[in-house]
C-alpha cells in the first residue's frame, strides 16, 4: 500500500461477526496495534450477500487512506417538503436527493477491498 490507511469500512453484519469471535481460551480476539490504531466504519450501504467463488453470503471490506478521497458535488443536496401527499394525516414527508462523484486526490493513493469467508481472507486487491 502506497499510502498508510486511516480507516476501515466493513458491513454492520460482519462487524458483529468479527466482534465475537474468540480465542481458544473463550477470550474475545484483540486487534494488532497496527489495526487498532485504525478507524473502523460500518454502513450497511456495504452488501453482504456478495457472492465469491461458492459463497452467497459474503462481504468485502474497504481499507485506504480516506483522506485522499474527493468528493466532487454535481447538484446542491436538495429538500422538497411534501404536504399534500401526507395531510390526509396531518403529516409532512421529504424528498431530498445529491448527486456526487468520487476519485482519488493522486493515483498512488492506495484503496484495498478484502474478501473472503469470514474467517479467511482469500484475496487482497487494489480497486481504485
Same mark, same amino acid.
Given at each position: 500500500?502506497?499510502?498508510?490507511?486511516?480507516?476501515?469500512?466493513?458491513?454492520?453484519?460482519?462487524?458483529?461477526?468479527?466482534?465475537?469471535? $474468540?480465542?481458544?481460551?473463550?477470550?474475545?480476539?484483540? #486487534?494488532?496495534?497496527?489495526?487498532?490504531?485504525?478507524?473502523?466504519?460500518?454502513?450497511?450501504?456495504? $452488501? #453482504?450477500?456478495?457472492?465469491?467463488?461458492?459463497?452467497?453470503?459474503?462481504?468485502?471490506?474497504?481499507?485506504?487512506?480516506?483522506?485522499?478521497?474527493?468528493?466532487?458535488?454535481?447538484?446542491?443536496?436538495?429538500?422538497?417538503?411534501? $404536504?399534500?401527499?401526507?395531510?390526509?394525516?396531518?403529516?409532512?414527508?421529504?424528498?431530498?436527493?445529491?448527486?456526487?462523484?468520487?476519485?482519488?486526490?493522486?493515483?498512488?493513493?492506495?484503496?484495498?477491498?478484502?474478501?473472503?469467508?469470514?474467517?479467511?481472507?482469500?484475496?487482497?486487491?487494489?480497486?481504485?
Amino acid at each position: 500500500m502506497n499510502a498508510e490507511p486511516t480507516a476501515v469500512m466493513w458491513n454492520p453484519q460482519s462487524a458483529g461477526t468479527y466482534a465475537r469471535l $474468540k480465542d481458544t481460551l473463550g477470550q474475545p480476539l484483540r #486487534a494488532t496495534p497496527d489495526l487498532a490504531d485504525l478507524v473502523w466504519l460500518d454502513g450497511s450501504a456495504l $452488501k #453482504a450477500d456478495e457472492t465469491q467463488g461458492t459463497g452467497t453470503a459474503q462481504s468485502s471490506i474497504y481499507v485506504g487512506d480516506w483522506s485522499r478521497m474527493i468528493m466532487g458535488i454535481r447538484v446542491d443536496l436538495t429538500i422538497d417538503v411534501l $404536504k399534500e401527499r401526507y395531510a390526509e394525516f396531518v403529516q409532512i414527508g421529504f424528498l431530498s436527493y445529491f448527486r456526487f462523484s468520487i476519485r482519488t486526490s493522486h493515483a498512488e493513493s492506495a484503496f484495498y477491498r478484502l474478501t473472503g469467508n469470514e474467517h479467511h481472507v482469500s484475496n487482497c486487491r487494489r480497486v481504485i
